[in-house]
């Protein structure tokens, strides 16, 4: 039986109601449990998952709801008494920090009259008119909330353009100012590289790379997976470009994109060829035969690295990084363990693996549907960061559960034999995923093993000795249980083919004269290069835990405790925004 509360003006917001969703689904007697606030958007969830009662009617965007799904009325007063601890405990952890809150834009710049950054992570559907509040006082916005409209996008980075300002997403995953990690980043050192990507984890690849192959980072700046779209045109991408062309630290300057549409792809080369500084970019699904003058195309994430550190030290760019002497474990499969299966929380990370997995398997063209990338032959490629997966649930990078319930179904395939994953570090994510992730790992081995089969696990862990996680420590649980571990997400695709008996061959680029292009002065406005020459400060409206990160590493920062405006009437939102 479904019983419902409603918590009328308690705000909470989303992440935290996640993991409070998580926890009471775990107490005993409750079959299903979902806590969200009461936006249109969340009851459609409510909808779409049969967790739909009459009272939800009556709730509006300041009201939390909670719906439990449990055989006995005893469970809800159980369910009640641990929201309510978890709710005081958070506030008590909240009145602990060392950064003033505020609630409105006012109080915030009183506060933090030097601002130069709005990191924005509310929901969709108000993201942009904060990101919009933050463009009119002369703010950078980086837009971590997703479900923002294409056209949207297109007026606030037109308007911000035209300010000589940046719009840094939406639905921008991870940053990185000045040394300041931003959102979900790692802690990378400081260096000449200056990376700029249309790809959230594929910035973590390449920047994480980067540090540990002894080189450093002056800036990372996502521009969200849009923007070299045809009706963005590369806004973001193309200011960008020209913001590390003017910042003395940053000597070598990385691109980086998932499939762009091609005359986007060719105005961002056009600019690339006209910069003074040498450049690796890397449009991932592309594989590249030459490198033009001092613009080098990269196949791989590792291989972007790769050749970026051999830049920044002055060093002599190979022909081909991707000739890898990759150690292939001995492994003793049943003739019917014939499919491999990729379970990934990063996107581009997924990407990248179904390129290769479809290069060297021979499957053909690749696919986005329901978050698969790659679907053939019982091979499989997932983003469960895709939204089909993440509405209502926490981002699988925050939580384990939903790759844990994908890993018991990939292993119950009796095809199965190799479930690849990666493990993503950095500021935002789970404390622990190596160890949340452990015990669905030995079970299935286990169970495997039993039916005289062995299941392997081929994983990648994307991050820095310097993250909160402690990057050999998750390496570590990982090898002791097992599970075959490798530096980059290359090199464990390439470990996973080779385990079922496949190299895949890469051939060497050769090197051609720089394509002849208009010269001309390359301008960058005040604010942006304000925004490269020191630590970011950051107006932080919406998820309070993308504070601590910026503060931690110099960066200053109020945090504006943001609620939805008119109690998130429609009708009376539009009309306040109009008297402005």
Known sequence: MLYSIIKENSYQDSVNLMLLTNKISTLDG????SIMMGTPANKDIFHSTAMYTDELDKAGPNDMCIVIKTDSQEHV???LDTIEAELKNQAVSSNKQEFQSVRTWDKALQALPNATLALISVPGQYAAEEAEQAIDRGLHAFIFSDNVDVQDELRLKQKAHDKGLLVMGPDCGTGIVSGVPVAFANVVQQGNIGVIGASGTGIQEVTTLIDRLGSGV??????????LSEPIGAITMLDAIQGLEHHKATEVIVVISKPPAIEVRNQVVRLLHRISKPVVAIFVGEEPETHEGTVHYAYTLEETAMIAVDLSKGREVRANYNKLNVEVPQTKLAPEQTTIKGLYSGGTLAYEAAVLMSK???LGQLIHEDGYMLKAKGHEVIDLGDDKYTQGKPHPMIDPETRIHYIEQAAQDKSTAIIMLDVVLG???HEDMAGALLPVIEKTQSEAAAQGKSLYFV?????TEQDPQNYQEQKAKLERAGVIVKDSNNQAVRTALAMMGIQLQDKDKSFIPAV???QGNINVSESIVKLLSGKPEVVNVGLKKFVNAVTSHGGNAVHFDWRPIAGGNEKM???LSLLK
């Open 573 to 575: 939102r539009k009309i």
């Open 427 to 429: 500021y935002g994510s």
């Open 516 to 518: 002849q292009t208009e």
């Open 459 to 463: 994983a990648t862990v994307c991050g």
């Open 30 to 33: 409750v079959e299903q449990a």
């Open 218 to 227: 002056s800036q990372a700046i996502g521009t969200g997976g849009r923007d």
């Open 360 to 362: 060297g398997l021979e």
């Open 77 to 79: 007063s159980e369910v």
